[in-house]
Structure formats: structure tokens, C-alpha cells
């Protein structure tokens, strides 16, 4: 395996997770390094699912976050919000937004990912964890359980993935010097980038089956989405939401 330390920026080859990696080394990796992969053999997902990581196609991506006095899900803006970032400067012709909680997505199809991870150290911390589809091919993306895109799928060019690295690693510093000052500022621009807010759509809440239908009225700052179903405001803290952005317009 190799590993090269680079402006606060380790490029592994092959690992099995970024996020395992940065997280066993969490107290010896200075603040704001981005640990890059090539391939992850064992790629976490959010709810205990694979992240598909095959080699040098994508950007599999974790930040190391040391100084950062909010409960973690609020790290996740600042990751949501650099890829928002990087991909209006590297691919300013896409149309992508937020899902909350941790996805973006590219018209009606999943992008890329979040997973944070709380780093109970000293310091504590937090792991920011990126998975991006860059020039995954629409017949591997087709065989993800869910709908999933990738630049070249929406685009037809393959993206030299150096550049997307470089553009990432600059946003994410940047929206985490931003965020510590002014966290609020984060959270409105994050909250405004969810486009299912005020919006009907379906949420798989998790518990047996269940899914609700209503309109998203707020995303708190708490990281809760309240939902109105037409009989009551029901907040809840995870979920999987569907929203058919063709039917609205
Ligand atoms: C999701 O389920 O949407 C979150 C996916 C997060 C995937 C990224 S890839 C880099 C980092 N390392 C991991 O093992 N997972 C995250």
C-alpha cells in the first residue's frame, strides 16, 4: 500500500475504509487532513450498508475535523455544503442539491454520500466521510439498490479525479474556518440547499415498513426534519425520503 503525505492530504491505494482509517489514527493526523483513497475494499455506508468504492473511479474521501465545538451532525454541513462547492466549480453544469440528511443528488439520482463519525479522543472530533460517483459507468451505478449517478453518467466525460481531490480539499477547509466562526451562516445555506423543504414527498421511516406521506416544514437546527402529514407535525431524526421532483413543476 502506498501512502504519501502531501499539504495535509494522505492518497492511499487501496483501503478497506477511509473513514476506519482516519478515525483508528484520529489523535496522531493533524486537524483538517483529507485521507483519498483509490479503492476501499470495505466502504461504509450510512445504516450499516456497503459503499460500492471500485478502484480509481470515484473519490472516497475522509476529513479529519479537530476543532469543531457542535454535536456532529452538524459537521455534515460543512462536508454537504464543499461538495455543493466543488461541484460548481468543477462541473458548474450539474444540477445537484441536498437530501437530508447526508446525500446529494443530481436530478432524481443519488451523487454522493455522507458518513460522520463522532471521535470520542482528546480532542473529540469528528470524521467527515465522502464517497462521490465521478466515472462510475451507468451499468455498475445500475446495479446499486437505489437510483445512483455519477458525473460521467450525467455528462458522458470522464473527470481527471485529481482535480475534483484539490477543488474538495480547498472547500472543505474553507467551510470549516466558516463554520467555526459562524455556524448559523453554515446551517441556513445547508437548510436552503435541501430541496425537498416545503415540499411533499414519502419518507421510509425505518420502523416496519412505515412510510409517511406529507410535506417537509422545517429541517432544525437539532438535525430533525418535521413533517407535516396533514394530521400532525412528526419530527424525526433519520429517515430515507423519495421526492419526484418531475411531478412538481
Ligand atoms: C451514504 O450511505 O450515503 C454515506 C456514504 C459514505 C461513503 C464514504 S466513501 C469515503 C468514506 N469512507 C467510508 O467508509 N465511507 C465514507
Partial sequence: MKEEGFNNIIWLDEIDSTNRYAADRFENLPDATLVIAGRQTAGRGRHQRVWISPPNENIYAS???????????????????????????????????????????????????????????????????????????????????????????????????????????????????????????????????????NRPVEISTGRKGEVLKGKVVDIGEDGDLYFNTGEKVVRLFSGDVRINRNSLF
Fill in 63 to 197: 476529513f479529519v475535523v479537530k476543532n469543531f465545538p457542535y454535536p456532529i451532525h452538524k459537521s455534515s454541513w460543512i462536508g454537504s455544503l464543499a461538495v455543493l462547492d466543488t461541484f460548481a466549480e468543477i462541473v458548474p453544469e450539474l444540477d445537484v442539491w441536498l437530501k437530508w440528511p447526508n446525500d446529494v443528488y443530481c436530478k432524481e439520482r443519488k451523487i454522493a454520500g455522507l458518513l460522520c463519525e463522532g471521535i470520542h479522543g482528546t480532542p473529540p472530533g469528528a470524521v467527515i466521510g465522502i464517497g462521490v460517483n465521478i466515472n462510475m459507468q451507468p451499468e455498475v451505478l445500475d446495479r446499486i439498490d437505489q437510483p445512483a449517478t455519477s458525473v460521467l453518467r450525467e455528462t458522458g466525460k470522464k473527470l481527471i479525479l485529481k482535480n475534483f481531490i484539490k477543488s474538495l480539499a480547498k472547500h472543505l477547509c474553507r467551510r470549516y474556518i466558516s463554520g467555526s466562526i459562524h455556524i448559523e451562516g453554515i446551517y441556513n445555506e445547508w437548510k436552503s440547499k435541501n430541496f425537498i423543504l
